[in-house]
């Protein structure tokens, strides 16, 4: 995205004739048991099914940019409005923020980012430039002044990606991802990559990153720039995340089949867009229901696991300059607040009549289920989702004159329910597959992406000194928690291969880890590093984690060795 630097929306306007960003083509819900006699004056559409049964893909969240230097930090309160999932917010869980070429940058979004973090927000970061003394101008087309990294640079930069993560990581924020490049084949006023030069510095370089890459960024979703990275088994080792930006993208190039064949274990998101421009004010209505129609196809065709707008506060985004929840915003927070990181998405009929757009969600019992009515008339919408029973339904509703409003509870009556989606209107329904009532705003769960394949590790030697300093911060609900670790190495020589030893509670069992390979899955427990982790320089951290279940004990560990050396537990 182009820099707008000091705001005005005209440059945006700008940007727009040149990208050719292409638009693609009431009263209060009411719900009643399937045997209800449905309202005379809806129309009918084909029973929507719900399967919870047959899982797609995890959902990491929704959320969107911030970047200071170019439009100035979001304040405190506004923070809390983007990362909060109360009445009035956003619920976004997820925050993009830009990787500064100078170091004298890197604390401009800080803010923004520890606060996001503290309200359970994945941060990751992209950057637009390297630095300039890695920079060579070439020839592009006519462009005499494009730019690119310097081969020679490239082992550099992949430093300068660690060294911006230690800083964050430093400073409060632990990064959940770094990008390669934002836009590489859009970069007329930043550094261009072609895709054999994104391949290169994958296979090359980025092994020694310290924190999950994404690549490639392409801004069209161009699957000639992330093709490559699929076809290239080297590459695509050294990479997490396979990030896209839909700018003017067809839904009819939504899908992606090479990545279902070949991203095992990999991760599909949607890095930027705003939609369907960035000069209509986001409170027109109800061109808002356009953003909705293109979340649900970013989930349900793309089978994207994040879905991430441009600016969190601008005109056309889903905050306004006064801090308060644009219609977009509203249509955003549908999926934000309910559908949380860690939740599924499972099969339901995606159209089941013209301009009604169904999706579905799950986590554990409860189930989320997304309906948009962009038709001009209501819609008598029949959901039967299988092998439930009876239960209580709550639901939210965002139409011309409400925003994401609490409507009354209800219920599913042996699996069914019959709803009335209000003409023009986007109503998020939460349900229990158990009978119990849904939980009004379903708590967040952080389910990190898997960490790259481990190869060998080398013996571990090295980290002579005081004893290595751990911290083990917890983040539990019902039946599950995560746990964040932190190992610093406090001793005065590099260690070169390790192994965190602990022993877990019981009722304690790890599901899933990221950074590190772990084994058993309770009880005694060892975390060995990774092949991008193995090295601890004196003073340095490095930071791993995991998800796992309990049964009602959420004791953390009392005691930490590595390599056999008892821990300091900060």
């Known amino acids: ?40 004056s809806a129309a009918s559409a084909a029973t929507a099914t719900v399967n919870p049964s047959a899982q797609r893909q995890t959902i990491r969240g929704f959320g969107g940019m911030a970047h200071a230097a170019w439009i100035g930090d979001l304040t405190a309160a506004q923070r809390d409005t983007a990362f909060g999932n109360g009445e009035g917010k956003l619920g976004f869980s997820i925050l993009r923020i830009p990787v500064g070429e100078n170091q004298s940058d890197w604390s401009r979004d800080l803010a923004t980012a520890k606060r996001a973090a503290e309200l359970g927000a994945i941060v990751f970061a992209s950057p637009w430039n390297p630095p300039a003394s890695m920079i060579e101008t070439f020839n592009r087309n006519g462009q005499t002044n494009a730019k690119r990294l310097r081969y020679d640079q490239y082992a550099a930069y992949a430093q300068h990606l660690n060294s911006f993560s230690t800083y964050m990581r430093n400073n409060g924020v ?44 392409s801004f069209q979703y161009v699957k000639s720039m992330s093709d490559p990275i699929l076809n290239d088994s080297t590459a695509l080792a050294n990479v997490d995340i396979i990030g896209a930006h839909l700018y003017g993208t067809p839904y009819s190039n939504f899908p992606y089949p090479l990545f279902k064949q070949k991203g095992a274990g990999k991760d599909l998101w949607m890095t930027e867009v705003y939609y369907p421009n960035s000069s209509d004010s986001a409170d027109t209505w109800p061109q808002a229901l356009d953003v909705g129609e293109h979340m649900h196809r970013a989930m349900v065709e ?50 089941p009549a013209s301009n009604v757009y169904v999706s579905a969600y799950r986590n554990d019992d409860t189930v989320v289920i997304v309906a948009i009515n962009k038709g001009t008339s209501a819609v008598s919408q029949q959901f039967t989702v299988a092998n439930a029973g009876s239960a209580a339904v709550s639901s939210w509703l965002t139409d011309a004159s409400r925003n994401v409003a609490p409507q009354a509870q209800t219920t599913m009556s042996n699996g069914s329910l019959t709803i009335t989606l209000p003409a023009r209107s986007m109503t998020t329904f939460v349900t229990s597959l158990s009978g119990g009532g849904p939980s009004p705003s379903p708590s967040p769960v952080v389910s990190p992406s898997p960490a790259r394949s481990p190869s060998p590790s080398p013996s571990p ?6 004893g290595p300093r751990v911290t083990y911060t917890m983040n539990a609900w019902d039946t599950g928690f995560t746990a964040a670790i932190s190992i610093t190495n406090t001793g005065t020589s590099t260690i070169s291969g390790w192994t965190l030893s602990f ?35 004196p003073g340095a951290t490095v930071d791993i984690g995991f998800q796992a279940t309990h049964t009602g004990n959420t004791a953390k560990p009392t005691a930490f060795t590595l390599n056999g050396v008892p821990c300091v537990v900060a």
């Open 503 to 537: 022993t877990l509670p019981s009722g304690q069992s790890i599901t899933s880890g990221w950074n590190a390979t772990y084994s058993p899955s309770s009880g005694q427990v060892s975390a060995s590093n990774v092949s991008y982790n193995g090295t601890i320089a």
């Open 302 to 351: 793309a089978e994207f696991q994040a879905y991430v707008w441009w600016y969190i506060r601008r005109s056309y985004g889903p905050m306004r300059e006064d801090g308060q929840l644009s219609k977009r915003g509203a249509i955003m927070a549908q999926f934000a607040r309910f559908v949380r990181p860690g939740y599924v998405r499972i099969d339901a009929t995606a159209n």
């Open 461 to 466: 030697s090295g980290g002579t000194g005081t």
């Open 174 to 217: 632990n990064l959940y991802a770094i990008s390669v490049q934002n836009e590489p084949d859009y970069a007329h006023d930043w550094t261009w990559w072609t895709s054999t030069e994104i391949v290169r510095f994958l296979r090359e370089n980025a092994g020694s990153i310290n924190t999950r890459v994404i690549a490639p960024e």
């Open 1 to 40: 995205m182009t820099q707008d630097q000091h705001g005005p929306v005209s440059g945006e306007r700008r940007l727009l004739s040149r990208r050719s960003v292409l638009a693609t083509v009431g009263a209060l819900p009411v719900i009643t048991a399937a045997t209800s006699v449905l309202g005379a």
